[in-house]
Every structure is written in C-alpha cells, then in structure tokens.
C-alpha cells in the first residue's frame, strides 16, 4: 500500500501518491503519510514544506509549473551545487535525494532538509523577527557569508566544470541584451547605451569564483540572532567575476540613510540595517578584494534588473495574471526605466 495523503490533498505541482512511495523508498528514515505545503511558487522554482509521519521538516524544490523543459530549471544542478558546498563555510541546506525520473512528479525534483529561520522579505517581518542589534547582525552576516562563499574553491568542492571560467560579465551582457531584445514591449534607448557603455568598460576579471546571482536578504534563512542560517535559491549560481554578487546586491539593498534604489527594498530600511556603504566597507574588509571598479558591477545590475523587470512587464501585458488594465501595471514600466536610469547615471558619473 502506498503511504501519504490523498492526491486530491496535495497542493498542485505534487503528485501525492507517487512522491510519498519516493520519498519512503530513497531518503533515509522518512516515513509517510506526509503533509506537502506550499512554501513559495511563481516563475521560480517552487518549493513546498514536506513532513513525515514522524514530524521531521523537509523541503522539496521542483521547476515551476509553467516550464515544460526540465533544462530551463536544472533541479540536478541546483541540487548539485547545494550538496558541494553542505560541508563549505557556506550555510546550505544538508540535500537528502534528488529524482530525476519525470514519471514520479512530472519533473526532476530534489528534497532536503528544513533550516529553522525566517526569510525577511519586508518591513513587518523585519521589526517583528529581528530586534535592533539582530539587523545589524544580519547585515555583517549576510556580507560575510558572501565573502565566505567567494572564498571557496571550485575545484576542490568539486564545482570547476560548472561553467566557463572567463570572461562572465561580457557573456551576461551577451545574454540579457538577448533577452531584452527579444522581451522588450517599446523602445528605450537608454537601454542600448548603457549595454555599449558597459561594454566597452568590463573590468579585467580575476580567478573565478562561485557566483550566486541573485544574492540578496530574502535569498537568505535568517537564526533570530540575524545570523545566516541558510543560502537559498541557487538556480542562476555559476562561476564568473565575484564582483558581480556585490554590485547586485548594493541594488538590492536600501539601508536606513540611502538614497532608494530601482529595486523596491522596503526591509533593509528599518533602522538597525546596515547602509550600502558598510556593506561594501565590510566587504572589503574581509575579502581584501579591489572594488575601486565596484561602480561598473553595480551599473551592471542596475541595467540586468531593468532586463528583468522587463521581460516580468510584457508577460504580465501578455496576460500572465489575467486581464488587465494596463495602467495597473505601469509600476513596472516605471521600475523598468528607473533601474536603466540608475545604471546610466552611474556611468555617467565616472
């Protein structure tokens, strides 16, 4: 008899029966009925809590529903890259098996464990999760795990053939041009310049190193100390210029005193974060990086966002969220062509 709830139980993107009798049979001690939750969907991977019959708290990651090839959401890499780094300095979730049979899910799909914590994605969960001295721990924390994770070697975790090694900032450019061309909903000049701009400034790029590439608070599981308790969300991770982490998260992250950023980071805000430029200051402090060229990687990342935001407003114009007017969606025409701004500004500025 198979274990686990009921089909019609389980959230979508589970197929309860055939993923409880996988979960029984390939990850040590795990026992059903299970409960499957959902933890967070959307355009990104989703992720669902999964506990035993035992109580014990699991995670399960799988590509989101809307994806028909398994290779535009590479579970296997991703359970990959978290399984090298589990015994790094890095915090990561211990991985516990890893089904790359479509028959069972629909999908490739890997389970690991759950970090206790809390992801802070906005004011209210700041303030209430994390005191004065606990933000400001979070703030350290979160560079120096970044740090810790640019110090890890490759080759040794086992991680040298994820990607190329060379030239990654010119080969992002490459590929969010492409995207931009191929998404864009109007014109924008400005976009064009800032891509030939940058082009024609990519710094000379050092030894690579793991790059997240998409480092930012929310990708972090946060100890109530503020410590980071666990990285999150390696999906876009691979091996290029560590420079490019840093630059992106100074636009994701607006401290109490900054000036706003095109990326709408209303948690950072709260006083007891740490402003950009002790996140950077740290930074340097104990990587002992050169980052007098810190202002090209963070016009870089302004100019990626305005490239992704653009490619979320014309699916949206699409009708990815159903009919809509569009003056609702305006918001991100204007996000589009600030986080360009920015990016120019920046440049301009050099």
């Known amino acids: 008899m198979v274990s686990g709830a009921r089909r019609d139980e389980a959230p979508i993107g589970i197929e309860s029966s055939s993923v409880s009798a996988w979960l029984d049979e390939h990850v040590p001690g795990a026992r059903g009925p299970y409960r499957f939750e959902v933890i967070a969907g959307g355009h990104s991977n989703l992720t669902f809590s999964v506990v035993g019959d035992d109580g ?12 028909g090839l398994a290779s535009a959401h590479d579970m296997g890499r991703e359970h990959r890259i978290i399984s090298a ?38 004011e209210e969960t700041a303030r209430a999760a994390l005191d004065h001295e606990a ?9 120096d795990t970044l740090a810790a994770l ?35 909903t109007r014109e924008l000049p400005i976009v064009d310049e800032v ?21 930012r608070l929310d990708n972090t599981m946060l100890a109530a100390d503020g410590t980071v308790a666990a990285v999150l969300d390696w999906e876009i991770c691979t091996l290029g210029d560590p420079l490019a982490d840093v630059g992106l998260l ?27 430029q002790q996140l950077v200051d ?27 935001l653009e490619g979320v407003y014309a699916r949206y114009l699409g009708g990815a969220l159903g009919s809509r007017d569009p003056a609702e969606l305006e918001p991100f025409r204007q996000q589009v062509d600030s986080a360009a701004e920015r ?3 920046i440049l301009e500025a050099r």
């Open 195 to 215: 891509h030939d701009a940058l082009i024609g400034s990519i710094p000379e790029q050092g030894p690579a190193t793991i790059v997240h590439g998409d480092y």
């Open 150 to 184: 640019h110090f890890v070697d490759p080759v040794a975790v086992g991680l040298g053939d994820l990607s190329r090694h060379d030239g990654y900032l010119a080969r992002q450019l490459k590929r969010w041009y492409g995207q931009w061309n191929a998404q864009k």
């Open 85 to 122: 780094l589990v015994d790094s300095p890095v915090p990561v979730p211990r991985t516990l098996g890893m089904c790359a049979d479509e028959s069972v899910n629909g999908a490739p799909f890997y389970v690991m464990e759950r970090v206790d914590g809390v992801v802070v994605r906005d």
């Open 56 to 67: 014990r708290p699991m995670v399960l990651r799988r590509p989101p529903l809307s994806h």
């Open 250 to 276: 100074c636009v994701y992250w607006t401290g109490p005193s900054d000036e706003p950023s095109p990326w709408a980071a209303a948690a950072t805000r709260v006083e007891g974060f740490w402003d950009r």
């Open 135 to 143: 933000r400001s721990t979070a703030s350290r924390s979160l560079v």
């Open 282 to 308: 740290r930074y340097a402090e104990v990587s002992g990086r050169d980052l007098s060229d810190l202002d090209i990687y963070i016009a870089f990342a302004s100019w990626k966002l305005a490239c992704i």
């Open 343 to 345: 990016a120019l500004q």
